[in-house]
């Protein structure tokens, strides 16, 4: 095994309100110049800590389309609701996660969930989007509304913490979740002094989102919030809390296709986001109220 160099650490751009509900900070694509550098990742959002006040009307993004590729959505703190016109519709709170396969095309939307939107409090969370490879762009949507009791768990020696494995394996461990192509998703939660290990072949593209604490990874400090950035010059790094907390360990095979993107879709050719547009306007992708 070699390991893996650290290209960039990056820190928190400012914000911005994605809906009236999620108060974001975008890594991927604006953080790191591009789609491609993390395919098949084409977008994280991260809203770090946000103390939402108690309301009437719960807050979140209005119905909108998506075609040709999944949303992801890690709750680390609140809750969010979520409808879409395949007839889904689920709840997740802290440590569950919403896995919204939208392929040939879905509307939803998603919003505080309604019990958080009466009391308010502390609202945390990642989505990511991840791209399809093109010849599943246009199968039919699914939802995976993976609970607390459904992520796997790897328990790290001496009582040090321990790894929930939402997609991915971990010395033999499973995630739950169904992938389209190799995708890893890890939450790494180690108490101080903890350390993890983690191998991933050297041409899959791998970042850490640290969620809460400060961490050494291969040796350099990261603290909450930051986005840690890893070279495709190894396979393996490590984790090390120096405070406890949570990092976000992502990692996925690039799938190398051409990458036409426009607004919700996400195609391998213009003339395809056209038909997308097409289709929206002709009410392909079903109702939502």
Do not use: C
């Not at 959505?73 to 709840?91: K, P």
């Not at 899959?204 to 070279?231: M, P, Q, W, Y």
């Not at 809390?241 to 993107?261: D, F, K, Q």
Request: glycine share 10%.
């Amino acid at each position: 095994m070699s390991t893996r160099s650290i290209e960039h650490i990056f820190s928190p751009a400012q914000p911005h309100m994605v809906g009236d509900g999620f108060k974001v900070h975008n890594y991927i694509p604006s953080r790191i110049g591009g789609f491609e550098r993390m395919d098949p990742f084409l977008m994280l959002d991260y809203n770090a800590p946000w103390q939402v006040p108690a309301g009437k009307r719960p807050l979140g993004v209005d119905v909108h389309p998506h075609r040709g590729f999944e949303t992801v959505t890690i709750a680390y703190q609140g809750r969010v609701a979520h409808h879409d016109s395949a007839g889904n519709s689920g709840v997740i709170g802290e440590g569950e996660v919403q896995w919204m396969t939208a392929a040939s095309g879905v509307l939803h939307k998603e919003y505080h969930e309604e019990e958080f939107t009466r009391t308010g409090g502390t609202f945390q969370m990642v989505q990511l989007w991840v791209n399809l490879p093109a010849k599943y762009k246009m199968s039919p949507p699914k939802y995976q509304g993976i609970t607390r009791d459904q992520i796997a768990h790897y328990q790290l020696p001496s009582g040090m913490g321990e790894l929930e494995l939402i997609a991915g394996s971990y010395a033999g461990v499973q995630g739950p979740a169904s992938t389209f192509s190799p995708v890893s998703l890890i939450n790494a939660k180690l108490k101080a002094g903890g350390t993890a290990e983690f191998n991933f072949p050297a041409h899959h593209n791998t970042a850490v989102v640290i969620i809460s604490g400060t961490f050494n990874v291969n040796g350099r400090e990261a603290r909450a919030n930051d986005f840690v950035l890893l070279k495709n010059d190894g396979t393996q790094f490590t984790l090390e809390a120096i405070e406890a907390g949570i990092a976000l360990v992502m990692s996925g095979e690039p799938l190398r296709e051409p990458i036409a993107a426009h607004g919700p879709f996400v195609m391998n050719t213009r003339q395809q986001l056209i038909e997308a547009f097409n289709d929206f306007q002709a009410g392909k992708f079903g109702t939502l109220e």
